[in-house]
């Protein structure tokens, strides 16, 4: 088992910054991909942005690519998401994920389908 425990979140006006932190712990050793995903309120929960554990390769949404910065640090087993000219439509849940199978397909970086851990979320909401 993989544990998840998520900070950062809050209320900023629209242009601002905020930055979200996810730690790991447990069975750390079994985590091959980490992921922020995002659900606003009658949405279905969507893709963010994902990084490889090992090679630390990362991938971005469409929506926040060249906005949102998502890094690690696989000595603390954390995972950061640095949000920057936040926007309104970026409020939602955001929710840390962890993948601990191997995939050969970048498919599973961006699909829920590729993790088996879940944080518990934590509010970001954007004023306009």
């Known amino acids: 088992q993989v544990q998840l425990v998520e900070s950062g979140g809050g209320l900023v006006q629209a242009g601002g910054s905020l930055r979200l932190s996810c730690a790991a712990s447990g069975r750390t050793f079994s985590i091959k991909r980490m992921g922020w995903f995002r659900q606003a309120p009658g949405k279905e929960r969507e893709f963010v942005a994902a990084i490889t554990w090992s090679g630390g390769s990362t991938y971005y949404a469409d929506s926040v690519k060249g906005r949102f910065t998502i890094s690690r640090d696989n000595a603390k087993n954390t995972v950061w998401l640095q949000m920057n000219s936040l926007k309104p439509e970026d409020t939602a849940v955001y929710y840390c994920?962890?993948?601990?199978?191997?995939?050969?397909?970048?498919?599973?970086?961006?699909?829920?389908?590729?993790?088996?851990?879940w944080g518990q979320g934590t509010q970001v909401t954007v004023s306009s």
């Open positions: 994920a962890v993948g601990s199978r191997y995939y050969s397909s970048s498919y599973y970086l961006q699909s829920d389908t590729g993790y088996d851990y």
